[in-house]
Structure formats: structure tokens, C-alpha cells
């Protein structure tokens, strides 16, 4: 386990001279738990067409989905670069798309339907006032009933030292960021800096 661990781990610090990518993402999965629980979760959705990561790094989560076709959207191009890449290694084979996307300069201008879509990692970094009506946007215009919205909350505990250096942190409940009726939800933990999974099934279509 922490051989196959550090293999990666190295690999991937190896891959960022190249790509020159964030430091941030040389950890490998085995090292973040939560992500393979992601992992487990999308791949036993009954429905497996198309799923959107907004934010997806090196493609951790959406790279070892079992999906037919997989959005891989990102701020960062040379991450996206490395990404794909990586993917074409990958048993896994489904249609890609690589793009630079960020999710408050950006709007989803397509009518795709989304299977699953994946905020992990980063909601933190702004407020639930300025994502809340971009998060709306997508339920109500790229999803349908029994799909799922998965993303993260960092408590406000005082164990939680999580990106304290990064700058500004807001500490998010779901329904900061989700109008909780809409959804069956389930909430996953135990993971590092108290950090919280949230497994949210849309329970019917909205109404615009």
C-alpha cells in the first residue's frame, strides 16, 4: 500500500515538471480517502452516461469513474494537460472532454443533461452568496430527477487547520449552498480537516 503510494507520489512530481501543474495535486488518492468513497458513490448510480467535474485536477475521481462520457473542467490548462495524458493510460474508456472552465467567469451554455456532477476541493474559497446562484444554475438547467450533486464542506471546528494560508475560507452548510427540499441527501465523514462528503440525489424537476 504505501509503496504503491509513494510510487504515484513520485510519478506525479515527475509529471509536474513537465506540465508544470500545482504542487497541490502530486497527492495521490490513496492518500485522500474521500475520494475513493466519491468514486464508490458515482459508480453504483444507476444511471452512468455523463458526468461533469467541475474542478477536476488531475481527473482523480472523474479518471476512475465508470462513465461513458466525462466532462473534465478545470481553471488550469496545464493541469488539464496532464490530465488527459494521464487518462490515456487509463483501463477505463469513455468520450472526453478537456476544458478550461471557471465556474463563476463561466456559464454552461449546452442543454446536456447531467448523470452526476462533482465540486470537491475548492467551494471553500468563496462565499456561498457568489457560488449558491451558479450551483442553482446547473440543477436547474443541466440535471433531472435521481441525479446526484456531489460536493464538500470544511467545518468551522477547531481542529480543522485545512488552507488556512490560501487566504480566505468560508465554512459552508449544505444549505448555504442548496435548497436542501429539493434533494435526498447523505452526508459522508471521517475524513482529514473534518472535512464532509455530500451525496445530494435530486428528488424531482425543477421548476424554472
Known amino acids: 500500500m504505501y509503496i504503491k503510494m509513494y510510487f504515484k507520489k513520485t510519478l506525479r512530481i515527475?509529471?509536474?515538471?513537465?506540465?508544470?501543474?500545482?504542487?497541490?495535486?502530486?497527492s495521490p488518492i490513496e492518500n485522500r480517502k474521500y475520494v475513493n468513497d466519491i468514486i464508490t458513490e458515482v459508480n453504483k448510480h444507476n444511471s452512468r452516461d455523463l458526468l461533469l467535474e467541475i474542478g477536476c485536477g488531475l481527473g482523480d475521481i472523474i479518471g476512475n469513474s465508470k462513465f461513458q462520457n466525462k466532462l473534465f473542467y478545470d481553471t488550469d490548462q496545464n493541469v488539464l494537460n496532464a490530465a488527459r495524458f494521464i487518462h490515456k493510460f487509463r483501463k477505463l474508456k469513455s468520450h472526453n472532454e478537456f476544458k478550461v472552465f471557471d465556474f463563476l467567469k463561466h456559464s454552461i451554455k449546452d442543454s446536456r443533461i447531467y448523470d452526476v456532477v462533482v465540486l470537491v476541493n475548492w467551494l471553500h474559497t468563496?462565499?456561498?452568496?457568489?457560488?449558491?446562484?451558479?450551483?442553482k444554475a446547473v440543477v436547474n438547467n443541466n440535471m433531472k430527477k435521481d441525479s446526484l450533486l456531489i460536493f464538500d464542506l470544511i467545518p468551522p471546528t477547531s481542529s480543522n487547520l485545512f488552507n488556512r494560508s490560501a487566504g480566505q475560507f468560508f465554512h459552508h452548510s449544505v444549505g448555504d449552498l442548496i435548497k436542501e427540499k429539493d434533494f435526498d441527501?447523505?452526508?459522508?465523514?471521517?475524513y482529514r480537516f473534518d472535512r464532509q462528503i455530500v451525496i445530494a440525489k435530486l428528488r424531482k424537476f425543477i421548476v424554472k
Do not use: E, M, N, Q
Open 185 to 190: 441527501i447523505k452526508i459522508l465523514d471521517g
Open 126 to 135: 468563496y462565499d456561498s452568496v457568489t457560488v449558491a446562484p451558479k450551483i
Open 14 to 26: 515527475i509529471l509536474r515538471i513537465f506540465f508544470r501543474y500545482d504542487w497541490w495535486h502530486t
